[in-house]
T-cell receptor, first 114, second 114 residues
Framework: DSGVTQTPKHLITATGQRVTLRCSPRSGDLSVYWYQQSLDQGLQFLIQYYNGEERAKGNILERFSAQQFPDLHSELNLSSLELGDSALYFC?????????????FGPGTRLTVL | GDSVTQMEGPVTLSEEACLTINCTYTATGYPSLFWYVQYPGEGLQLLLKATKADDKGSNKGFEATYRKETTSFHLEKGSVQVSDSAVYFCALPNYGGSQGNLIFGKGTKLSVKP
């Protein structure tokens, strides 16, 4: 158990809909990262938050947004969903903003868009 | 930009066989290097890491040596077990660690048969 929790575990929805994925980081970790894992693209970094502030952006679509709340949990919002958004979405946390630190991954949310 | 190239799988081995998964990288400076493992149905977890040239990371019988001359970080194990069946990812921090997210290779799926 990494200490990172993600809900829901599975999500099935239709094209055009909007969903919210939730992540609680490991106790004490201030950095939260969101990654998307798909068969064709592999593991892609989406966005990072540190102590409530956006820190870095990766290949995140404009239809996607995220935030980190004062209690450090984070939410990833995906809107106007398309079939191609079907993927595993992972949240990870670490103590600092340095990429040299170990990142602890949650079990992921599997999103299926029909 | 920074990148990671690892051998594509799948790799199928018999129990007690030797394993090598090749990983090479392109990076600014001398970043930390990581191997993460993803067991079926789970999130990623850190397997081992090395923080500087000639460092050897090791864990659970797996080893990898940070080779600056060949920009490589190959994963090795002398005798694999069925329980090692998983997907293995080589990774490095973006921009040498100044940006916290990880860049992952495509992953190598290992299946170990009894």
């Amino acid at each position: 158990d990494s200490g990172v929790t993600q809900t829901p575990k599975h999500l099935i929805t239709a094209t055009g809909q909007r969903v919210t994925l939730r992540c609680s980081p490991r106790s004490g970790d201030l950095s939260v990262y969101w990654y998307q894992q798909s068969l064709d693209q592999g593991l892609q970094f989406l966005i990072q938050y540190y102590n409530g502030e956006e820190r870095a952006k990766g290949n995140i679509l404009e239809r996607f947004s995220a935030q980190q709340f004062p209690d450090l949990h984070s939410e990833l919002n995906l809107s106007s969903l398309e079939l191609g958004d079907s993927a595993l979405y992972f949240c990870a946390s670490s103590a600092t903003t340095s990429g040299r630190d170990e990142q602890f991954f949650g079990p992921g949310t599997r999103l299926t868009v029909l | 930009g920074d990148s990671v190239t690892q051998m594509e799988g799948p790799v199928t081995l018999s129990e007690e066989a030797c394993l090598t998964i090749n990983c090479t990288y392109t990076a600014t400076g001398y970043p930390s290097l990581f191997w993460y493992v993803q067991y079926p149905g789970e999130g990623l977890q850190l397997l081992l890491k090395a923080t500087k040239a000639d460092d050897k990371g090791s864990n659970k019988g797996f080893e990898a040596t940070y080779r600056k001359e060949t920009t490589s970080f190959h994963l090795e194990k002398g005798s694999v077990q069925v329980s090692d069946s998983a997907v293995y990812f080589c990774a490095l921090p973006n921009y040498g660690g100044s940006q916290g997210n990880l860049i992952f290779g495509k992953g190598t799926k290992l299946s170990v048969k009894p």
